[in-house]
């Protein structure tokens, strides 16, 4: 019996209770959420349930969602059974006036540089990451280029003109 | 009847049709003598012997490519030694975007050539940041270093980078040998933070 979208829900909900919420399938990939404060017993539970193995930490992103007020930041974790060949998506979500959220990269070594990818591109503080600093942009880069906040153009241009490029 | 393309007894070219030869610069001849400035003489010598190095990072390297290859052949213009070192260049081809993370190694490669360097912007991600107006890429070479020709394109034919290439000629032949000497060009690489 292969492992089913509804029997991990039904682990997760036994364990965890109503801390784990939003369950919603699409293309058949399971999607849920739960407070930025467990994140890592669930996905230690995860991991560990033999019956889950979860054990394959494929992406971590950071995504920004200005008007959800009191959680501005998403992190989203895709995790990948690699037995039963399942993914799933799992995302806690944090205010913007304080992104703490806890370090995966003790459990998943592949953490480490997402982590330092989402710090450095949404200024998401990983609790507990031994290295948390830029790693793909400028290190005298002063802001979080993709928080909807800010302009993606460069602002340090002075040479073109903002009507022709429909910002005027 | 063989046909003329199995020809085993083939034209032989003559070999002169084949050189090319610069322009002699103004001056004055005579039997036996040739009398000119020395400026003219070096930026002739200089004009037919750049030796480009390659800073291709994206697109218009791979026209670049082109470029040095056999249909195009930029050896015709004297360049026939592409160099990968700074230190033995005289003109950095940019050619391609730049990301900001980038601009510091750019520099360092500008400052790495001995003097006289000249440089030329392949491209409208190396002139200007072309349609990447983004936070990471530098919105244009001269930012960091100076620039002597642009080459506009997305990303330029070859032509085009021949074009820009022979400019850059003009610029070295009719060069003062002492320009680089002048309180202006001192006043011009300070603006850009080089001593």
Same mark, same amino acid.
């Given at each position: 019996?292969?492992?089913?979208?509804?029997?991990?829900?039904?682990?997760?909900?036994?364990k965890?209770?109503?801390?784990?919420?939003?369950?919603?399938?699409?293309?058949?990939?399971?999607?849920?959420?739960?407070?930025?404060?467990?994140n890592?017993?669930?996905?230690?539970?995860?991991?560990?349930?033999?019956?889950?193995?979860?054990?394959?930490l494929?992406?971590?992103?950071?995504?920004?969602?200005?008007?959800?007020?009191?959680?501005?930041?998403?992190?989203v974790?895709?995790?990948?059974?690699?037995?039963?060949?399942?993914?799933?998506?799992?995302?806690?979500?944090?205010?913007?006036?304080?992104?703490?959220?806890?370090?995966?990269s003790?459990?998943?070594?592949?953490?480490?540089?997402?982590?330092?990818?989402?710090?450095?591109?949404?200024?998401?503080?990983f609790?507990?990451?031994?290295?948390?600093?830029?790693i793909?942009?400028?290190?005298?880069?002063?802001?979080?280029?993709?928080?909807?906040?800010?302009?993606?153009?460069?602002?340090?241009?002075?040479?073109?003109?903002?009507?022709?490029?429909?910002?005027? | 009847? *063989?046909?003329? *393309?199995?020809?085993i007894?083939?034209?032989?070219?003559?070999?002169?049709?084949?050189?090319?030869?610069?322009?002699?610069?103004?001056?004055?001849?005579?039997?036996?003598?040739?009398?000119?400035?020395?400026?003219?003489?070096?930026? @002739?010598? *200089?004009k037919?012997?750049?030796?480009?190095?390659p800073?291709?990072?994206?697109?218009?390297?791979?026209?670049?490519?082109?470029?040095?290859?056999?249909?195009?052949?930029?050896?015709r213009?004297?360049?026939?030694?592409?160099?990968?070192?700074?230190?033995?260049?005289?003109?950095l081809?940019?050619?391609?975007?730049?990301?900001?993370?980038?601009?510091?190694?750019?520099?360092q490669?500008?400052?790495?050539?001995?003097?006289?360097?000249?440089?030329?912007?392949?491209?409208?991600?190396?002139?200007?940041?072309?349609?990447?107006?983004?936070y990471?890429? @530098?919105?244009?070479?001269?930012?960091?270093?100076?620039?002597?020709?642009?080459?506009?394109?997305?990303?330029? *034919?070859?032509?085009?980078?021949i074009?820009?290439?022979?400019k850059?000629?003009? @610029?070295?032949?009719?060069?003062?040998?002492?320009?680089?000497?002048?309180e202006?060009?001192?006043? @011009?690489?300070?603006?850009?933070?080089?001593?």
């Amino acid at each position: 019996m292969a492992l089913q979208n509804e029997y991990i829900q039904a682990q997760l909900v036994e364990k965890f209770g109503d801390q784990v919420t939003g369950f919603s399938t699409s293309t058949g990939m399971l999607a849920f959420e739960s407070p930025k404060a467990i994140n890592l017993k669930v996905l230690q539970f995860l991991f560990d349930e033999p019956s889950l193995g979860f054990t394959f930490l494929t992406d971590l992103c950071g995504v920004n969602y200005p008007d959800q007020v009191g959680a501005e930041l998403v992190v989203v974790y895709h995790l990948h059974n690699l037995k039963e060949n399942i993914r799933i998506r799992y995302s806690v979500s944090t205010s913007v006036n304080e992104p703490d959220v806890y370090t995966a990269s003790k459990l998943f070594e592949s953490a480490n540089w997402m982590e330092r990818e989402t710090y450095d591109f949404f200024g998401i503080n990983f609790v507990g990451h031994a290295n948390l600093k830029r790693i793909l942009n400028v290190d005298e880069m002063d802001y979080f280029p993709l928080r909807k906040e800010f302009p993606l153009e460069d602002q340090t241009r002075i040479d073109k003109d903002d009507e022709m490029f429909g910002r005027g | 009847m *063989r046909p003329v *393309r199995f020809n085993i007894h083939p034209k032989e070219a003559e070999i002169a049709d084949a050189i090319s030869m610069g322009a002699a610069p103004e001056g004055f001849g005579g039997e036996g003598f040739f009398a000119t400035q020395l400026s003219s003489v070096v930026g @002739l010598a *200089r004009k037919n012997s750049l030796w480009p190095l390659p800073f291709a990072t994206s697109c218009c390297g791979i026209e670049f490519m082109a470029t040095m290859a056999s249909h195009y052949d930029l050896s015709r213009f004297g360049s026939e030694r592409v160099g990968f070192s700074p230190r033995q260049c005289d003109l950095l081809m940019v050619m391609g975007t730049i990301a900001k993370k980038m601009a510091p190694v750019l520099r360092q490669v500008y400052i790495q050539m001995a003097e006289p360097r000249w440089v030329i912007a392949v491209g409208a991600c190396a002139s200007s940041g072309g349609i990447f107006d983004s936070y990471s890429v @530098l919105q244009g070479i001269d930012q960091v270093i100076p620039v002597d020709v642009y080459v506009p394109g997305c990303p330029p *034919r070859p032509e085009a980078i021949i074009d820009g290439f022979m400019k850059i000629q003009d @610029l070295v032949g009719q060069e003062s040998i002492r320009r680089r000497n002048s309180e202006k060009y001192k006043a @011009l690489l300070n603006s850009y933070g080089i001593q």
